[in-house]
């Protein structure tokens, strides 16, 4: 069965300095990943995926994330924060063929953002 | 292009009632699927349904079911609601052939909350 941990469930960086969310899958193949932003309130908004090919993925608000397959890991990073970056963060792994449609979501890791 | 419609916004029922909620998802999406969200149990796979048929089903009992329409359109239904019902209902849509999820669109959600 696939799974998805991010071990820090909050985390506090100050306006302008660096960011990286953790996020460890478990899944049989290789994975379909992706990591969502939601602020209070609403539904989920897609920053970033992974399917295949290089290893190091753009997403939207500056983000990207690296797969890396040996540590069967999906960070998430941003090099400089932003005080609208703060909310939550979800990384998710994503099954495929008749599966595709069932995502597992790790429990989310909270952005507070310090001026 | 619009986004995922969710109707409605906030729903306050009583214990033993039942409810509907409404899923418009992206023009051309074929998938939809549903997810609950609470703060204890974070975001739980209910349902996804593809081309009007049920694909996958999460573990949730048999007072939660859904439907989509040819124009895939989606409703979820529970019946004899519990307290522990109330959560955030989100629907998220995606694109594809239905063998891969590309990434979902998520819905604002339904806050519903059960007295």
């Known amino acids: 069965a696939q799974s998805v941990t991010q071990p820090d469930i909050h985390i506090t960086v100050s306006e302008g300095a660096s960011l990286e969310l953790r996020c460890n899958y478990s899944y049989g193949a290789t994975p379909y990943l992706f990591w969502y932003v939601q602020s209070p309130g609403q539904g989920l908004q897609l920053l970033l995926k992974y399917f295949s090919g290089d290893t190091l993925v753009q997403g939207i608000k500056g983000f990207e994330a690296e797969f890396k397959r040996s540590q069967s890991s999906f960070n998430l990073r941003k090099p400089s924060v932003h005080w609208s970056d703060a909310a939550e963060y979800f990384c998710a792994v994503g099954a495929q063929n008749t599966n595709a449609g069932k995502s597992t979501f790790g429990d989310g890791t909270t952005l507070t953002v310090k001026p | 292009k619009a986004g995922v419609t969710q109707t409605p916004r906030y729903l306050i029922k009583t214990r033993g009632q039942q409810v509907t909620l409404s899923c418009s998802p992206i023009s051309g999406h074929r998938s939809v699927s549903w997810y609950q969200q609470t703060p204890g149990q974070g975001l739980q796979f209910l349902f996804e349904y593809f081309s009007e048929t049920q694909r996958n089903k999460g573990n949730f009992p048999g007072r939660f079911s859904g439907r989509q329409f040819s124009n895939s359109r989606s409703e979820m239904n529970v019946s004899t609601l519990e307290l522990g019902d109330s959560a955030l209902y989100l629907c998220?849509?995606?694109?594809?052939?239905?063998?891969?999820?590309?990434?979902?669109?998520f819905g604002s959600g339904t806050r519903l909350t059960v007295v």
């Open positions: 998220a849509s995606s694109q594809g052939s239905g063998k891969a999820n590309y990434g979902y669109t």
